[in-house]
């Protein structure tokens, strides 16, 4: 029987995710998963798995946690505080956790969602094809403290590891290239929203992100006479009150709102990511290179386990030791401490 993950105290809006669910979206479903699918890489590259294994995403904050067996855990995407039975453990980075030991983690220092990854996944039924919940389709709900996780018994997974710290959690600039109605806006708005400095609302969850700003809003010259239309993860709707929402995974499949923009895939987390009130600025790209930016992307992500490390190094791994200043200074024994 394999070993269970047991949650003691959760969030507000714990759920288990993965990559998603394809395919679906004529049947007028996107595809879910991880807000911050960078982030499920990551877990996967300290825990030298696949990236399709579920993790627990937590968002704002986590919870406390128990394995019914000894278990490898990564910890990625917001950083929150995190403790194992009071030690405080390093985020971004892979752990033991011992059977009976308490994993605590408290709320985001940096970022808005967190997640918990285990070696060899959560071993729970998958449901069209995928085991992450889609809470806006019914599809599971969020986890609640009382439940346990089956964790799955493929992999052994590897502590003491850790990656670069995230450089997506606070904001910063967001790419994107025209949409659908960009050219229904006139050219001094799309000059005008390339130029704003918008904040993270507090109004977003997994389906959306309002943007907030000091001036007008935006509107299209004939906003009222779109037609509901598909519509895809990353548009920019502008709703009547001139307030752009940038829609995320787990949005509706069609929309009549006008769109201004569509933020490039690999920028999403970045979005997702950003707390309320972070700071916003949208940059306008050609299609080609967007194309350019995704195919860095995707190869980043292939080399993420290249750029693993271990926590503590072990000096005859460390090629350029002689260029580390290992003595501050040196005294001789026959000198007299007291004489100044």
Known sequence: MSGQM???TAGPAMSLQDGGRAGY?????TPGGAADTLALHEGAALLGQSPDNAAIEMVGMGGTFEASQDTIIALTGARMTAQIDGTPVVWNASHILAAGAKLAIGGAQAGTYGYLHVAGGFDVPEN????GTHLKAGIGALLSAGESLPLGSGGNGRAGYRLPDADRLNGGTVRVVESAQTREFSDETIRRFGE???RRDTRGNRQGVRMDQDGEGFFANDGLSIVSEVIVTGDIQVTGDGAPYVLMCESQTTGGYPRIATVIPCDLPRVAQAPAGAPLQFEFISLEEAIALEAKARAALKA???LVEP????????ADLLSYQLVSGAVSALADPFDT
């Open 128 to 131: 069209m094809g995928a085991r």
């Open 25 to 29: 979206f004529a049947s007028g479903l």
């Open 304 to 306: 993420l386990p290249g």
């Open 6 to 8: 047991n949650i003691l």
């Open 311 to 318: 926590l503590v190094r072990d000096p005859s791994d460390i």
């Open 196 to 198: 704003t400095a918008f």
